[in-house]
């Protein structure tokens, strides 16, 4: 074939060693397209084959908007690991004095006080409030001193046991997880240098269920302070669970990192059944430090469009289908709009596993709204984190990284049991009404009259970008 289109010996035209360049620089961009190139070889113009070239070229620059338009079209192939540019020796890490300064909120207050109401629907606070339509409202609005909902209410649940709120005070670098309903079992960390040992506390909150079933399944050891440990790991038990639905309560510690451990100025949270195979004092250094940058957080490896993600939450059972679409309606009444390559965020939905953060106010403030959006909707934080983002604008600044080296911080372990709740198979509204699937503590804001004509709401039509997705 190859002897049909150009005879042995005949000269090179200049296109040809454009073509052949190109075709050996996208190797690791996308294999499929040599085959493509090969069959156009000589036969097409050399204007044409110049115009082909540097298409080729802008396709395999992963800056150029034709290639963030292949990669939204889901054509683009990602690798799933790859390397992180660390540095060599956490014992050599310049760690910052001081504190990042506080240019937009000064004075970040939390309410502490809930507003029951009085018509018999509920008859105790509620860990995360009875927040108002109006609250909600005004608090995504970044002013020098606020007062917001940010859990943690008197009588709400969540409690901690005194021993462990005196040993956190100490803790001013915290890698922090946590396991819910006895999903997982501790994993040690490894790669963690003497120095970071020495510097960070590594903290697992867990309820009463999962302490239990520790205890049953590995070895737990009690200081003399009354202090549990697993390993590295030192126990953080929460009493009285807020929420009905073990995913929700898990939200607190992921995403109330600063509330739990007040005296922290960094920390690193990790899923429960991740294992941390990267030194913390590297991470630090390489997601904030070095870019000057005070919240990270991995970009979701399928979808980039909370609506897609919701639609894939919805084929996967996440949570009840209607709740999930009446969820969305709100943010799309609300002019939250599909990803697209002209906002300014690379991507609208994060990959939640870890969160990287430096405890500055207005971090605070993002991370008490996030919460407060999965307090009152559904407890699909990656649905609400694109949300609160685009509700802060430019008050709130954060480092979406690669997802492949979101996986080459971790081993990602199995659950040692798959959760699932009756409400999870919802698929009409009806099926709620005077039902025992309903959450009593959690997601009440999809049950109240929302000041708006959310039945006008038509959904953007998703496109799945990813068959993995």
Not at 66 to 92: A, E, F, Q, W
Not at 379 to 404: E, H, I, T, W
Request: aromatic letters at 10%; one cysteine or more.
């Amino acid at each position: 074939m190859e002897g049909d289109l150009q005879k042995e010996g005949t000269p090179r035209l200049p296109h040809e060693d454009c073509l052949e360049e190109r075709v050996y620089s996208i190797g690791s961009c996308n294999r499929d397209l040599v085959d493509v190139i090969n069959s156009c070889c000589i036969v097409v113009p050399y204007m044409v084959m110049s115009i082909f070239c540097f298409l080729l070229s802008a396709m395999c620059n992963k800056d150029s908007k034709v290639y963030t338009m292949l990669d939204t079209m889901g054509l683009v192939s990602k690798p799933h690991r790859c390397p992180i540019p660390l540095s060599n020796d956490p014992d050599k890490i310049a760690i910052p004095t001081g504190r990042t300064s506080d240019q937009i909120v000064k004075n970040l207050m939390y309410v502490m006080e809930d507003e029951v109401p009085h018509n018999g629907s509920q008859s105790s606070p509620l860990f995360g409030g009875h927040i108002s339509w109006k609250q909600r409202e005004e608090s995504f609005k970044p002013k020098s001193n606020m007062k917001v909902h940010c859990g943690f209410i008197p009588g709400g649940g969540a409690e901690m046991d005194p021993v462990d709120i005196e040993y956190v005070k100490k803790c001013k670098f915290v890698v922090a997880s946590g396991i819910f309903d006895g999903y997982d079992l501790p994993h040690q960390p490894s790669n963690i240098s003497l120095h970071s040992k020495k510097l960070f506390c590594f903290l697992m909150v867990v309820d009463e269920v999962s302490l239990k079933f520790m205890r049953e399944n590995s070895t737990v050891k009690e200081d003399n302070a009354g202090g549990k440990w697993v390993g590295i790991w030192r126990l953080v038990v929460l009493k009285y669970p807020p929420y009905d639905e073990p995913r929700r309560n898990g939200k607190v510690p992921k995403i109330l990192t600063h509330r739990l451990f007040p005296q922290a100025q960094y920390s690193i949270w990790i899923d429960g059944k991740m294992e941390l195979i990267v030194d913390p004092l590297l991470i630090l250094e390489r997601y904030l430090w070095r870019g000057k940058h005070t919240f990270a957080i991995a970009q979701h490896k399928h979808h980039r469009s909370i609506y897609e993600e919701a639609d894939a939450n919805k084929r996967r059972k996440r949570y009840a289908r209607p709740l999930i679409d009446l969820h969305m309606k709100i943010y799309y009444y609300e002019g939250m709009k599909p990803w697209s390559a002209n906002k300014k965020t690379i991507s609208d939905v994060p990959e939640g596993a870890i969160i990287i953060r430096e405890h500055t106010a207005i971090n605070n403030l993002f991370s008490c709204l996030w919460f407060n959006e999965v307090h009152l909707f559904t407890p699909r934080d990656q649905l609400s984190f694109g949300y609160v983002a685009y509700r802060l604008g430019d008050s709130f600044k954060f480092f979406m990284f690669p997802n492949c080296e979101y996986n080459s911080i971790f081993v990602l372990h199995p659950h040692t049991r798959e959760h699932s709740s009756p409400i999870e198979w919802v698929k009409q509204l009806d099926q709620l009404k005077n039902s025992s699937l309903k959450e009593s503590r959690g997601g009440l804001g999809l049950f109240t009259p929302y000041p708006g004509d959310l039945k006008s709401v038509v959904l953007p039509k998703v496109i799945r970008t990813s068959k993995a997705g």
